[in-house]
């Protein structure tokens, strides 16, 4: 799709890989039913709820002394463009980089499997829009009679989420690929700055797309179609990036535990070395690697960004209005549109201006070292980008809010509440560390009761790690919620109805606040890991003359050793902040959806009557049972997930044992790998379709047995998932 070069690789595992791949999917799973279900229960009183909300003219709120919010708004989809430049820019950057003929034939053999692995997964989130085409279809067009227009426009821009998080995703693993082999063949100079340098760059690049395109939607919508269509334009969205992430998202992770399995056990039972090319399994592995750690993440990204922006829009125009906030309740909604997206585009730019200072500070340190600790410069550039964000996040909320409803001190409130969640962006990442890092001492106990106890205290040694882990990273996120509320309580009341709320929509809103980076992070882990597998499946170091070939066509004599050991280093570092990023994600989507079921609520309650609302309690009975569905639900989610790893698994070994070949080869056979590889995609599609239809019709089903029944279900889904 994006070229014809790529490379992929296999990982040693860290606590981290296993513990984590099953949270994001299941909070994805409450954010795309939030999304589906919102306008099933969305009350008469509000005309068919978020898709029927009428955007305010921007222009009626100016900043700066004079500009208006079109105005203002069209220089941050200026940036934006300047956004997607940066990330093109890198992408050619990367493919521009020296590679060896021997690893760029991996490369091109894992891509070209992986474009089969996206084609069908392309058709299959097709099918999956089906579904919810004529959900909509049924809802809008044939219950509210929203006409056939406004029909079309909602179905058009579910299809342009779903196509917003498959581009994404495809772009994510081209751009991996390219970093992969070039990262291995960097690797060979001996010095080990290249091996930090290269992925961080594809990690930039996929961070600024993502997030570049994301704004640029939602700024196209704000800005150029009519206010009275924008809602069903968002809602529609909405449906499709939540549809296309959670899809992506758990096949992917089906698919890479299916491959990671089978290629593990095989080195088992045969005794062979991690990444033997003779074992077909490898090839599986590496595509499940970026299938997982790659396409999943940067769909999970993009949708999480995006429905935390249309929650806070939905907020914002149900919340404010003219019983809260007097007669000027439509100009503090203009004011506050504009300033959450001057916020995020402002982020962009904190984020590129981080970067290359943390770039010159890790080259004038590292570039000529022989060792370095590769975890030390990503963990810089995280706190600089959040200190940096944090310190903009005031200055431009000063210019631009200085006064809301004659209140001169709303501006440093909203951008403590705002900073909060970007606060989280930096420290969540330092406890995930503490349970992940190759240093911490919960990795060494893993380590030290796996060689005395075996497979046994392994696992329950890690599974020990995961509940400490869960404990301190739900009581960081609490503590910073926390402070939060209690900034909400300062005023914000005089503006809209329920501030807490607005100001934990925030605070998710605030977790991506440093998008770029936090995707460049997550993204650093697939190229790490990968490139050590690029460069064992390229059998580099038994070619004849290879030494010889390398000065005479790249300048410099290959060391193989310090090669070695830098890429296993950097793989380390590659798992642990792979799994830092997961946490914020997750935290983004819990907080999100406390913002988007408010929505229902507002709706449900009719602008929140003290008699309804008295209904959101355990004492009302169907509202309990919702919590325990909700329960229910996401541990069955799990097993469903878990029994698809297994099937699949259990066929992939079985195939794997039949075909492998240790005598007499090199190499496993393309059409072997690629057997492997239809096995897992086949396994993996059938268990996301089963959770699918399962999630989907349940939570039609339980729209309509009870309204406060079905919030209980939402909000038990959301934390269940978060602790899961």
């Not at 989907?696 to 279900?713: C, Q, R, V």
């Amino acid at each position: 799709m994006f070229g014809s070069d790529s490379a992929f690789a296999r990982k040693p595992r860290t606590l981290s890989t296993f513990s984590t791949s099953w949270v994001k999917p299941l909070l994805f799973a409450a954010m795309i039913l939030l999304a589906l279900t919102t306008p099933v229960v969305a009350q008469e009183a509000h005309h068919g709820g978020e898709a029927n909300l009428v955007l305010p003219d921007l222009d009626q709120a100016t900043f700066f002394g004079g500009v208006g919010g079109k105005t203002l708004l069209l220089i941050g989809m200026a940036i934006s463009l300047l956004g997607l430049i940066f990330g093109m820019g890198m992408y050619t950057k990367l493919r521009n980089l020296p590679v060896h003929k021997s690893m760029l034939e991996v490369s091109e053999l894992i891509y070209e499997t992986c474009k089969t692995y996206l084609t069908t997964q392309g058709k299959f989130l097709l099918l999956l829009e089906c579904f919810i085409g004529v959900i909509i279809v049924f809802y809008f067009g044939v219950l509210q009679g929203s006409g056939f227009v406004n029909v079309l426009i909602i179905l058009l821009f579910s299809l342009i989420g779903i196509g917003g998080s498959y581009f994404v995703a495809a772009f994510g693993i081209r751009v991996n690929t390219f970093a992969n082999s070039r990262t291995s063949f960097a690797s060979l100079r001996g010095k080990p700055f290249p091996c930090y340098a290269i992925p961080l760059q594809a990690g930039m690049s996929i961070g600024m797309m993502l997030i570049s395109v994301e704004l640029l939607i939602m700024l196209f919508i704000l800005l150029f179609i009519p206010g009275e269509l924008a809602g069903k334009c968002f809602i529609g969205f909405a449906i499709g990036e939540s549809l296309g992430a959670a899809a992506l998202r758990v096949a992917g992770g089906i698919f890479t535990k299916i491959a990671d399995i089978g290629a593990d056990l095989m080195k088992i039972v045969f005794k062979i070395k991690e990444d033997d090319a003779r074992n077909p399994g490898v090839i599986a592995d590496c595509v499940g690697d970026n299938a997982g750690d790659s396409v999943g993440p940067s769909a999970d990204g993009f949708e999480t960004y995006g429905v935390t922006g249309v929650a806070l829009i939905t907020f914002i125009l149900l919340g404010i209005n003219e019983k809260y906030a007097g007669p000027n309740f439509a100009l503090l909604q203009v004011q506050l549109l504009v300033w959450i997206f001057v916020m995020r585009v402002m982020m962009v730019v904190t984020s590129v201006v981080s970067y290359f200072v943390n770039d010159m500070i890790a080259k004038a340190k590292y570039l000529n070292s022989d060792k370095m600790n590769f975890e030390q410069p990503l963990t810089n550039l995280v706190w600089l980008t959040s200190i940096l964000s944090i310190g903009a996040t005031y200055v431009a909320s000063a210019l631009t809010i200085p006064e809301l409803n004659g209140d001169p001190s709303l501006w440093w409130k909203l951008a403590t509440v705002i900073s909060c969640g970007t606060l989280a962006g930096a420290v969540i990442p330092e406890f995930v560390k503490a349970f992940t890092s190759t240093e911490s001492r919960h990795v060494r106990e893993v380590v030290t009761a796996s060689k005395e106890g075996g497979p046994s205290l392994n696992i329950l040694s890690g599974l020990i790690a995961g509940y400490f882990s869960a404990y301190w990273l739900g009581f960081a996120m609490l503590g910073l919620m926390a402070v939060a509320f209690w900034v909400s309580t300062m005023g914000l009341g005089t503006i809209m109805m329920a501030p807490a709320v607005f100001a934990l929509g925030l605070v998710a809103f605030g977790f991506l606040g440093m998008g770029p980076v936090t995707i460049a992070v997550d993204s650093y882990g697939p190229v790490t890991d990968n490139a050590q597998s690029v460069y064992e499946l390229s059998t580099i170091e038994q070619l004849p003359g290879i030494e010889a070939e390398i000065e005479k066509q790249y300048g410099f004599k290959p060391d193989f050793e310090k090669a070695k050991d830098n890429l296993e280093e950097n793989d380390g570092a590659g798992n642990t902040f792979k799994a830092t990023a997961k946490p914020v994600l997750i935290g983004t989507a819990v907080v999100g959806a406390t913002t988007m079921i408010f929505s229902i609520i507002v709706a449900l309650t009719n602008g929140l009557d003290p008699a309804l609302v008295g209904k959101l309690s355990i004492l009302h009975t169907p509202f309990f049972f919702g919590l325990i569905a909700g329960g229910a639900v996401i541990f069955w989610f799990s097993g469903a997930a878990c029994q698809a790893v297994s099937t699949g698994a259990y066929r992939a070994v079985e195939f794997i044992k039949q075909n492998i070949k240790l005598e007499g080869s090199t190499k496993a056979s393309v059409e072997d790998s690629k057997k492997v590889v239809a096995i897992c995609t086949q396994y993996a599609q059938k268990g996301m379709f089963n959770i699918f239809m399962v999630t989907f019709f349940s939570a039609l089903a339980f729209a309509f047995i009870e309204e406060f029944f079905f919030i209980g279900y939402l909000i038990s889904i959301a934390l269940f998932g978060l602790f899961q």
